[in-house]
């Protein structure tokens, strides 16, 4: 009967996961943020079929930082807590930059920094294609 029970819990934790879509590793990771997005992009050269992109997505990212859940919420290797920020504005966002783009930098700038005094931050690019933009 015991392992019935346990066999039912066991059960149902990964339906709960698997209903989710997020991997049974990182169930806690925050909504909207998925282990197959790309956290990085950048072109490494060209081949014969165009450019060769290096891609990192959130789940290579959280094995590289040794992340787990912790009571619910996702942390690193060390246990500081992990979040992500999606970027707005870098060099690889815009074809024509803004007319305000260094305030608009700056301002980004100034938002990861106080996140990174409590928290691991995962920076996550806003171009995943990695292809330069002209």
Excluded: W
């Amino acid at each position: 009967m015991r392992r019935l029970f346990i066999a039912s819990h066991v059960l149902i934790l990964y339906l709960s996961v698997t209903a989710s879509g997020k991997p049974p590793g990182y169930p806690c990771l925050p909504p909207g943020v998925k282990a197959t997005e790309v956290v990085t992009a950048k072109m490494v050269g060209s081949g014969p079929r165009g450019p060769v992109i290096k891609k990192v997505t959130v789940g290579q990212e959280l094995r590289r930082l040794r992340a787990r859940c912790l009571r619910g919420r996702l942390v690193d290797g060390t246990g500081k807590e992990i979040r992500f920020y999606r970027l707005t504005i870098a060099g690889d966002c815009f074809g024509v930059q803004p007319p305000d783009y260094e305030q608009r930098l700056a301002a980004q700038e100034r938002e990861v920094t106080a996140l990174k005094r409590r928290y691991r931050v995962i920076e996550m690019t806003c171009n995943p294609e990695g292809i330069p933009r002209p």
